[in-house]
């Protein structure tokens, strides 16, 4: 069963930085997709950031040049470095992965940002 817990959300001004972590449990496959979602309040989830095997990326085009998603096979974590934050990336910003028969969600971790 995989578990995944994200952490290293929190309150930031316009223009800060922050890095979400995803600490993943269970039986997790490199080649697997894994990415970061977010809901923002009276919206639907949007995908931002996703990394599939061999680490090719995608991102939204609101965060392009301002988020970078990476993992770490060996530590089963999944970053999202965020800069150049603004109030609009407020959301709760949720982990995934892929597995093969079902997707794998966090519970989510709350990111403000707000002056």
């Not at 069963?1 to 929190?10: F, K, N, Y």
């Not at 997709?33 to 995908?47: D, F, I, L, S, V």
């Not at 709760?92 to 403000?112: E, K, M, P």
Request: aromatic share 12%.
């Amino acid at each position: 069963q995989v578990q995944l817990v994200e952490s290293g959300g929190g309150l930031v001004q316009p223009g800060g930085s922050l890095r979400l972590s995803c600490a993943a449990s269970g039986t997790i496959f490199s080649s697997n997709t894994m990415g970061w979602y977010r809901q923002a309040p009276g919206k639907q989830r949007e995908m931002v950031a996703r990394i599939f095997s061999g680490g090719i990326t995608n991102y939204t085009d609101s965060v392009k040049g301002r988020f970078t998603i990476s993992r770490d096979n060996a530590k089963k974590t999944l970053y999202l470095q965020m800069h150049s934050l603004k109030p609009e990336d407020t959301a709760v910003y949720y982990c995934n992965y892929d597995g093969r028969w079902r997707a794998y969600w966090g519970q989510g971790t709350q990111v403000t940002v707000s002056s």
